[in-house]
């Protein structure tokens, strides 16, 4: 396939943002060609994405409802001096479905998949077979840009979905276990259930560098199954991930370097939560944006795009003040005390914080009281969060 394809909106990443945005522009504006551009062989690729269910307004979960393969009510955490159930509910979203909705909505000749992007610009996008496709307005959602402009710790983990030869027992997520040694950073083990027998055991690490020893993580994710009583008769599938922790950084450098007047969205655009770097309401909330703008044309399209993310940016500085906190006043053995005061809050501001809606009140609870770092480095990070 060469030539020239023309279009209104064309998506370069069919990733998590980019899937979302063509999904509520099919659903929502469905006078416009919308053509998406993935490198892989599928929308999505082979992700499983979740999130709690207070993240997503009520207004948006149409769009993502359907995505959702698998729900629970509740959820668990355990640390060493605290076991807790909390009531909100969870979901995860499979990337299968994100790419057969994509496929449904969208005519069989705009879901470009397999196609790698040589170039992006505001209103063209060439593909590496030469194929040239002009749009009123191009959105770059091919996730992160140059992460090295930001101040950034790590949360990073190896996942293995796994069958085990007897039922595993577990009715709900447990979203930390860390009653786990405490290696490289605050470490602890992250069970999202599946059928009766098989689940995702993630073995998960807030460390200060990206580097991820996969073979040792694995090891450790076999002993932390046998340590269950589990016996694993199958590794289905295994999943690694090295997301950024947001500290600090300056915004705009950032989104000019993911390319010079062309809207962004999803990692690349910086909307993601800076602690857990996950960006999954952020990427329905950007759909949302996107479909309900007026004009889809390359400079309005820009500048709604940057003024959204620039404003999300702007509002989260106390989540990076926070991840400051956890990276700089505590030493790496200390985080896991961070967490284990934060998970015995009200469950209402434990969720407001992962939907990055924190009220002043949560703010003012979060950092009240005898802080579980040492309290001159904390003074510092607040400092230096000010400046
Ligand atoms: C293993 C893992 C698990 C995660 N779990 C969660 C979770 O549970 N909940 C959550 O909210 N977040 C989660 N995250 C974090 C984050 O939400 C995801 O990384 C998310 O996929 C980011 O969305 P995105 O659209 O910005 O980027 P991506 O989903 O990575 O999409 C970018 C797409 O662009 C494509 N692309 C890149 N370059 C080109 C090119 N030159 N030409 C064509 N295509 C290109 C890529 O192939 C990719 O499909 C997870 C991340 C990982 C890695």
Request: aromatic content about 8%; charged content about 20%; proline content about 5%.
């Amino acid at each position: 396939m060469t030539g020239t394809i023309q279009c209104d909106v064309a998506i370069a990443g069919g990733g998590l943002a980019g899937g979302l945005i063509a999904l509520a522009l099919a659903a929502r504006r469905p006078e416009l060609a919308v053509v998406i551009v993935e490198e892989g062989d599928a929308i999505g690729g082979n992700h499983i994405w979740s999130f709690f269910d207070t993240d997503v307004e009520p207004g948006h979960r149409w769009l993502v409802d359907p995505l959702v393969a698998h729900g629970w009510q509740g959820y668990t955490v355990l640390f060493p001096r605290r076991r807790r159930q909390l009531p909100q509910s969870y979901a995860s979203v499979h990337s299968e479905r994100l790419d057969a909705a994509v496929r449904a909505a969208l005519p069989a000749g705009r879901v470009l998949t397999g196609c790698h992007l040589l170039g992006v610009g505001p209103t063209a996008l060439v593909l590496e077979n030469g194929t040239r496709i002009e749009a009123g307005g191009v959105i770059d959602a091919r996730g992160a840009a140059d992460l090295g402009l930001l101040d950034l710790g790590w949360q990073k983990f190896v996942g293995q979905i796994v069958r085990l030869d007897a039922p595993h027992g577990l009715e709900r997520p447990v979203v930390m276990d860390a009653t786990v040694e405490q290696i490289d950073g605050y470490r602890f083990v992250y069970l999202l259930p599946g059928s009766a027998d098989t689940l995702l055991i993630e073995d998960t690490y807030y460390s200060d560098g990206p580097a991820l020893d996969r073979a040792a993580i694995a090891a450790r994710i076999a002993d932390y199954a046998a340590g269950r009583g589990w016996r694993i008769a199958e590794v289905l599938r295994e999943e690694s991930g090295v997301l950024p922790v947001a500290l600090g950084g300056d915004f705009e450098a950032y989104w000019r370097s993911g390319g010079n007047r062309v809207a962004k969205a999803g990692v690349r655009a910086g909307l993601f939560h800076p602690t857990t770097g996950y960006s999954l309401p952020d990427a329905i909330r950007t759909a949302m944006l996107v479909a309900d703008l007026p004009d889809l044309t390359a400079p309005a399209l820009h500048d709604a795009l940057h003024d959204h993310a620039a404003a999300a940016w702007k509002g989260r500085g106390f989540y990076r003040l926070l991840d400051k906190m956890l990276f700089r006043a505590a030493r790496p053995v200390e985080r896991i005390k961070v967490f284990e005061r934060f998970y015995g809050l009200d469950a209402g501001l434990i969720s407001r914080f992962y939907a990055a809606k924190s009220t002043v009140f949560d703010r003012i609870r979060i950092l009240a009281g005898k802080p579980p770092v040492p309290v001159g480095r904390a003074i510092a990070a607040i400092r230096e969060n000010a400046k």
